[in-house]
């Protein structure tokens, strides 16, 4: 069974060399202006708080879910300064339509998930929706801003679901199936005093991990140019920060 894996294992996948920008446009859905003002605006930012900030668009993500090409990608490039680990990059599919904050580990307090959540389904995607990438990227990137500096108070999308209600409703299903169990019992022969032998239920297989598709191919490699102010200073990344689509 060994080899069915191995077709899998042998497709690496394709990412860019280290940029020299903090916006690096591979899929070409940011104008201009827009790209050299969120240029100038992230290399401030870093002057003033050591913090990273990447935006980085993909034409597509060759057949991998974003979460793995995210962390994939931030492992590759290493924003934030290593030891304090504190970069992130905006990240966004144009053929999958899907987008993501990578979050580095110390930027995790202030750019928890839900903040990274809010901000996506918020800021970024109703832009996108519109076909506005410039309007949603530049959005994007203001929330994260905000919220390094502890000024975007992230609103809880409308759609996620509060962890104590949760709690409570889990508690009463709990409580209704030990009723319905204790009603069955004597119904089906046993009172507690003779053998009792439960139909077994059989074990549940594992659920399927995120597989790693093939490369999508197509790309033989990344453009860049020369005279970027960004430089990777080794950050750390551990799968923090949330995503989205449109």
Request: charged fraction near 15%; hydrophobic fraction near 40%; charge should be positive.
């Given at each position: 069974?060994?080899?069915?894996?191995?077709?899998?294992?042998s497709w690496?996948?394709?990412?860019?060399?280290?940029?020299?920008?903090?916006?690096?446009?591979?899929?070409?859905?940011?104008?201009?202006?827009?790209?050299?003002?969120?240029?100038?605006?992230?290399?401030?930012?870093?002057?003033?708080?050591?913090?990273?900030?990447?935006?980085?668009?993909?034409?597509?993500?060759?057949?991998?879910?974003?979460?793995?090409?995210?962390?994939?990608?931030?492992?590759?490039?290493?924003?934030?300064?290593?030891?304090?680990?504190?970069?992130?990059?905006?990240?966004?599919?144009?053929?999958?339509?899907?987008?993501?904050?990578?979050?580095?580990?110390?930027?995790?307090?202030?750019?928890?998930?839900?903040?990274?959540?809010?901000i996506i389904?918020?800021?970024?995607?109703?832009?996108?929706?519109?076909?506005?990438?410039?309007?949603?990227?530049?959005?994007?990137?203001?929330?994260?801003?905000?919220?390094?500096?502890?000024?975007?108070?992230?609103?809880?999308?409308?759609?996620?679901?509060?962890?104590?209600?949760?709690?409570?409703?889990?508690?009463?299903?709990?409580?209704?199936?030990?009723?319905?169990?204790?009603?069955?019992?004597?119904?089906?022969?046993?009172?507690?005093?003779?053998?009792?032998?439960?139909?077994?239920?059989?074990?549940?297989?594992?659920?399927?991990?995120?597989?790693?598709?093939?490369?999508?191919?197509?790309?033989g490699g990344?453009?860049?140019?020369?005279?970027?102010?960004?430089?990777?200073?080794?950050?750390?990344?551990?799968?923090?920060?949330?995503?989205?689509?449109?």
């Amino acid at each position: 069974m060994c080899f069915l894996f191995i077709p899998l294992q042998s497709w690496a996948l394709l990412l860019p060399a280290l940029p020299q920008y903090y916006v690096n446009d591979y899929a070409r859905l940011i104008s201009g202006t827009v790209r050299n003002r969120l240029e100038e605006q992230l290399a401030e930012f870093e002057r003033n708080t050591s913090n990273q900030i990447l935006v980085a668009t993909f034409p597509n993500l060759q057949e991998r879910d974003i979460e793995s090409f995210g962390i994939a990608l931030a492992e590759k490039w290493k924003p934030g300064q290593s030891g304090r680990d504190n970069g992130a990059i905006l990240i966004v599919s144009k053929a999958d339509r899907k987008v993501r904050i990578e979050v580095g580990y110390g930027l995790e307090g202030v750019l928890p998930d839900a903040v990274c959540k809010a901000i996506i389904q918020n800021e970024i995607i109703p832009a996108f929706k519109q076909g506005n990438f410039d309007a949603g990227i530049s959005e994007g990137v203001a929330a994260i801003l905000k919220a390094t500096a502890g000024e975007y108070k992230g609103i809880i999308p409308k759609n996620s679901f509060p962890p104590l209600l949760l709690m409570l409703l889990i508690l009463i299903a709990a409580l209704g199936f030990f009723f319905l169990l204790g009603k069955l019992l004597p119904a089906a022969g046993y009172t507690g005093t003779g053998p009792y032998r439960p139909r077994s239920w059989g074990g549940m297989g594992g659920f399927p991990g995120r597989g790693s598709g093939t490369s999508g191919g197509g790309s033989g490699g990344w453009s860049g140019t020369s005279g970027g102010g960004f430089s990777s200073g080794g950050g750390g990344f551990g799968g923090g920060g949330a995503s989205g689509s449109w």
